[in-house]
């Protein structure tokens, strides 16, 4: 499965953006997309996971309530509301695709556990 970003940018704090990824190849073999962010000298961090079919959903602790993960399958795209940005948010984002059986007990927040990374896409805020 290839994955690709879009919908990063510039934003003041306080503001908002949409992250779509969209995946292409064997988006039928996907179970699960996640969303990681990387800062600079940081390790890459958990944002939120989906799962591709059925109901699954899960936030890091330090976006809930401010990020929506979503998912629309006719279009193979699974988007990352994220509201009342602040600077510490600022970061490379990267979506991946998981293919393993889900469960809400799947260490999903662990980057190992899935198969493919979209390039990522830039967010920067500014205060």
């Known amino acids: 499965v290839e994955l690709v970003e879009s919908g990063g940018g510039l934003v003041q704090a306080g503001g908002s953006l949409r992250l779509s990824c969209a995946a292409s190849g064997r988006a039928s073999s996907l179970t699960a997309v996640g969303w990681f962010r990387q800062a600079p000298g940081k390790e890459r961090e958990f944002v939120a996971v989906?799962?591709?079919?059925?109901?699954?959903?899960n936030y890091a602790d330090s976006v809930k309530g401010r990020f929506t993960i979503s998912r629309d399958n006719a279009k193979n795209t699974v988007y990352l509301q994220m509201n009342s940005l602040q600077p510490e948010d600022t970061a490379v984002y990267y979506c991946a695709a998981g293919t393993s059986l889900y469960s809400g007990t799947y260490p999903w927040g662990r980057p190992d556990k899935y198969d493919s990374w979209g390039p990522g896409t830039q967010v920067t805020i500014t205060s």
């Open positions: 989906v799962a591709w079919r059925g109901v699954g959903i």
